[in-house]
Structures are given as C-alpha cells and as structure tokens.
C-alpha cells in the first residue's frame, strides 16, 4: 500500500510514514483518550488562564479569572468531543470509500475474481474507529503543544506559532488519511486526504466558534 503523493514531493518530517506506523501500533480508544488526549487537551485552557492572569497580553488581558475559567472549560470540552466527532467521519468516510471503490471493483470485472489481475487477493477493506481515533487524536498535537507559547508574552509570537502548528496538524491529518483509509490509489487517497483536511479545518473553525460564542457571553451582562 502506498500513500499518496508525487515522487518528487518531499517527506515533510515524515509525516507521510505516519498512517502505516498507527497501523503497526493499535492503542485502545480507551487508552488514547486517557493518557493521551485528556492530558494534552488540559494544556490549552491552563496555558490560556496563566496568560490571562500573568501577562498583558491582547484580549486575554481584559478578562477576569472567573471568565478565564468559563471559556477554558467550553474549550476542553469541545476538544474532547471534537475528536470523536473527526473520528467518527473517518471510519465512516473510509468505509464509505471502501465499499464504493469495492463496489466498482465488482461491477467492472464481472464476475468478480478473488485474485485480481496483479495477483493481489481483492478483500473490502473496514476501517476501525481505533484506528480513526488514533488520527483524530495525534493530529492536534502541534496545536495543543504550541498553546505552551502563550509563557511568552507576545501576541505576535503567539499567533505565528499558531498557524505553524495548525499548518503541521492538518498536514498529520491529510498525510496519513490514505493509509488509515486502506486507499492504494494515488488519485483517490489525494481526494479523501483533502476532504479530511476540509473536515478538519471545519472542525477548528467549530470550535473557535463555540469558544468566541462562549467569550461573548461570560463579557456580556447576562454573565456578570
């Protein structure tokens, strides 16, 4: 199986490499929820009260500890269930791919062989929420890390640093897609590694949403 990229494209820190690794190393849900994603989804909303209550840093600045701890509350809670939502559509877009590819299979080479023309035995591939959840939860990582910027005072740092890290997140996410998604061919798993990096970038762009839904309300009146 290989992943799907040109020849010439460079192995950005060989990210691309990564979905066959989850593939030879099957963590429980479970387990990555519990000692990986709960602990780095703590970072963000730590990091965001030290800099609201430590430095002046541009908006964090204005708010009051009570709403630093509201709006970092909504924020761990969205993380956590962002990333069973993001592995839920890759187990089902990837089951979804794989019957409608098997189901052109079958149609184009009627009646179906067991043993297609390569030698290589034709099986439907099922794509496991274990291995979903391990992409959902090892994408973000840049993103949780980088909120560990905020120690420096500086927006401008901050914010740089920020859209590297989501720059790297989606890259994880749209690098290891074909492989977690069992695609052989190159054109296919191009398109699926850009529909989850769609889906990713919606994903972010949802959460930002409910947090800045979340800093109206606590600044508002109604909260005070």
Not at 157 to 168: E, N, P, S
């Given at each position: ?21 989850m593939h030879g190393h ?113 994408a973000p990582t840049p ?41 052989e061919g190159q054109g ?37």
């Amino acid at each position: 199986m290989q992943l799907a990229h040109s020849p010439h494209q460079p192995h950005l820190f060989s990210f691309t490499h990564m979905g066959h690794w989850m593939h030879g190393h099957h963590f429980p849900t479970v387990t990555m929820f519990l000692f990986y994603v709960l602990p780095l989804s703590v970072i963000a909303p730590l990091m965001f009260y030290y800099a609201g209550t430590h430095h002046n840093i541009v908006i964090l600045s204005d708010l009051d500890p009570n709403q630093l701890s509201m709006i970092g509350m909504v924020f761990f809670t969205a993380e956590l269930i962002m990333t069973f939502v993001l592995a839920g559509f890759i187990e089902w877009l990837g089951n979804a791919t794989s019957k409608i590819v098997h189901t052109q299979y079958e149609m184009l080479n009627y009646p179906t062989p067991k043993i297609t023309s390569a030698g290589v035995e034709h099986t439907h591939h099922k794509v496991d929420f274990r291995d979903a959840y391990t992409l959902a939860a090892i994408a973000p990582t840049p993103l949780w890390l980088v909120s560990l910027a905020l120690f420096v005072p500086s927006f401008t740092f901050v914010a740089t640093l920020g859209v590297i890290a989501l720059a790297l997140s989606l890259y994880i996410l749209y690098s290891a897609a074909p492989s977690i998604l069992k695609i052989e061919g190159q054109g296919e798993g191009a398109l699926m590694g850009w529909v989850l990096l769609s889906a990713g970038m919606v994903g972010w762009a949802l959460m930002m949403y409910l947090t800045l839904i979340t800093w109206a309300y606590t600044t508002s009146g109604a909260y005070m």
